[in-house]
């Protein structure tokens, strides 16, 4: 291979980011891709379908529009050959192709790309191409925002040749994935920096909020911490970004590699009582996926087939785990109580036990099935889906409590978590997940196969009581009244008619023929409306039959209702009396300290 040839190999692909106009909302994209080699007859560029971290094909290119080429300032001859992917013709002697593009960006998710007047949000896999067998060449970017007192905030690292402008920099990746796993905000921005083992953070917020920031300040340092000390306590970055993008509503969070972009209700910090508390875990949720799929994942998930479905059956590993431990590492900081973490994992077991599709879809196959089933939620979902956030969780904490009375206290869920993490800094690659049971095994000195089968493979009902009891605690109905009258389904108002979304499966409703979709007009001849279908309930009891009808497709109907019981709805964890010397070792060191102490005891 000549000298010459290996300097054209590694020419980088350079991207220019341009927004001439946020209120049209749309961005402008310039490629300039080096020909690697004469002879070299065409390009194909891509943009992805979906974004690591959410599965489920968003077909990004839909959004993209006056797709160009040109080489030496001529067009060429472009042709689109799949939904998301341009043929670009080379001629001989062509040593660059020049790609341009504009992409509409006016959708408000994690997922997509936001741009207007009072901000830019960019997110790579919605907004950068990548040239078919080119995603390891290194990239650079140029990326102005398109006012001078906006500021320019991601963690792309500024190239040698950046002026340091606030408004525009010149970046550069490692690669496409590090590129696009990278997301850009920009605006009028205030922004928050501190420290965390001495690298530095920083919180961007954009849009009206109540933000404590000063607390966030206080705070997130600790979970932080909390974190890292799992997987030796360095941080595996140099710096850290906290993308809050705040609306009237939304909820949602994705991670990458050094940020993470976060959307939350900007009243709610004040308005709802757990507001704060839910976006600190929703930031130590994201925040811990620096390890735990960042770098700790499955063979699959990276480097990434971005026009193709990557399947797993370790998102019970990737979500599971993550959604446990954002409550654990803010336990482990003293930012919750003891008795606070036990209530918000009976709430998930309460949410559990609410959904009928736990008893037919394993967690293992609601980790394959995400691109069709949790993702693209519809009237059945709730009695054919679990969710492996939600099993996960569970499952997760289930493992970390086996593991515990296994082993006397010895070792847990964090030893299976550092386990990964050692092998992934062997060589940087994607784990087997074939081997996941193997290595709790090897962590928990003994066969888990009956717990894996159960948990994670089968449709058992989990039994939270008997992984409790080693630490002196039990699950139990919360706020619970017996003998209250059910119908078994989930409706919404439309104006004041009350439409039927699910029927829950072996439900009153279901053995009276309601379908999703009914409008629920009366029950005993009595009007339902938004405001009086509970107080209809309030009045009969389980066992009561009463004609119900509906309007279907425009049809009257009368059906026959049997009330059945309202099931308990939520759970609460509490203490066992008169624990033993045993389930209170155990139980200190599971949450990090006892029941009925002060924050700050342990
Ligand atoms: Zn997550």
């Known amino acids: 291979m000549s000298h010459e040839v290996l300097l054209t190999m590694s020419a980088p692909i350079s991207y220019t980011i341009q927004i001439p106009n946020p209120k049209n909302h749309l961005v402008e994209v310039t490629m300039t891709v080096p020909v690697e080699a004469q ?25 993209v529009q006056q797709f160009e080429a040109r080489a030496q300032g001529a067009p060429l001859a472009t042709r689109k050959i799949t939904k998301g992917t341009w043929w670009v013709p080379i001629a001989d002697g062509v040593s660059e192709v020049e790609v341009r593009y504009r992409v509409y960006a006016h959708e408000l998710s994690v997922r997509h790309c936001h741009v207007d007047a009072s901000h830019a949000f960019l997110h790579g896999p919605a907004l950068l191409m990548y040239v078919e067998g080119r995603k390891e060449a290194p990239c ?27 408004h525009r920099g010149f970046f550069r990746a490692d690669d496409y994935d ?8 920009m605006g009028p921005h205030t922004s928050y920096t501190f420290e965390a083992l001495g690298v530095p953070h920083t919180i961007v917020c954009w849009g009206a909020n109540r933000a404590p920031i000063e607390r966030m300040l206080e705070e997130f340092p600790k979970f932080i911490e909390a974190s890292a000390e799992m997987f030796g306590g360095a941080l595996p970055y140099s710096e ?5 993008l705040h609306a009237d509503k939304g909820y949602g969070g994705l991670e990458h590699r050094d940020s993470t972009a976060l959307l939350y209700p900007g009243d709610a910090y004040i308005t709802e009582d757990d507001g704060y508390e839910n976006f600190l875990t929703l930031s130590s949720h994201e925040h811990f996926h620096v390890w735990n799929i960042k770098r700790i994942r499955p063979a699959a998930l990276g480097p990434f087939p971005y026009t193709q479905e990557a399947y797993t059956r370790a998102l019970w590993v990737v979500e599971g785990c993550t959604s446990y431990y954002q409550n654990v590492v803010v336990r482990r900081a003293d930012l919750i109580t003891p008795e606070r973490f036990l209530e918000l994992l009976g709430k998930r077991y309460g949410k559990l036990m609410q959904i009928p599709g736990r008893l037919v879809h394993p967690l293992e196959e609601s980790s394959f099935d995400a691109w069709i089933k949790l993702y693209r939620p519809d009237e059945s979902t709730v009695n054919t889906t679990v969710s492996y956030y939600l099993k996960g969780e569970l499952a997760a904490a289930l493992l970390d409590l086996t593991i515990r009375d296994r082993t006397d206290g010895a070792r847990s869920l964090d030893h299976l978590m550092q386990l990964l993490w050692a092998r992934y800094r062997e060589d940087g690659a994607g784990y087997d997940e074939s081997q996941l049971q193997a290595w709790a095994e090897q962590i928990a000195g003994g066969s888990l196969q ?12 989990l039994d939270l009581n ?6 002196g605690l039990q699950v139990e109905p919360h706020d619970h009244t017996p003998g209250q009258a059910w119908l078994g389904l989930k409706h919404s108002a439309s104006g004041d008619r009350v439409m039927v979304d699910h029927v829950l499966t072996d439900s009153p409703a279901e053995r009276a023929g309601v379908n999703p979709g009914d409008e629920l007009v009366a029950l005993g001849h009595q009007r339902v409306a938004r ?3 509970s107080n209809l309930l309030k009045v009969r009891a389980p066992g009561d039959s009463d004609p119900l009808h509906v309007f279907r497709r425009g049809q009257l109907l009368e059906l026959e209702l049997t009330l ?6 939520e759970y609460a964890i509490t203490p066992l009396d008169n624990p033993t010397e045993r389930q209170l070792t155990l139980r200190r060191g599971w949450l990090n300290g006892d029941l009925g102490e002060a924050p700050g005891d342990s």
């Not at 850290?240 to 809050?244: C, K, R, S, V, W």
């Not at 008997?466 to 630490?471: I, N, T, Y």
């Open 39 to 63: 002879g070299e007859s065409a390009l194909e560029v891509s943009l992805p379908s979906w974004s690591p971290g959410s599965y489920l094909m968003r077909e990004y290119a839909k959004r």
């Open 240 to 244: 850290y970004l906290f993308i809050a």
């Open 531 to 533: 405001d009086t279908l």
């Open 178 to 185: 590090h590129l696009v796993d990278c997301p850009i905000e």
């Open 450 to 461: 009956e717990f894996f089968d159960r948990t994670m493979r089968g449709t058992d009902e």
């Open 564 to 569: 059945g019981e309202q099931p308990v709805q």
């Open 466 to 471: 008997a992984a409790l009891q080693p630490f």
């Open 140 to 166: 650079v970017l140029t990326a102005e925002a398109p006012r001078d007192d906006w500021t320019l905030f991601t963690t792309l690292p500024r190239a040698p040749e950046d002026e340091g402008q606030p």
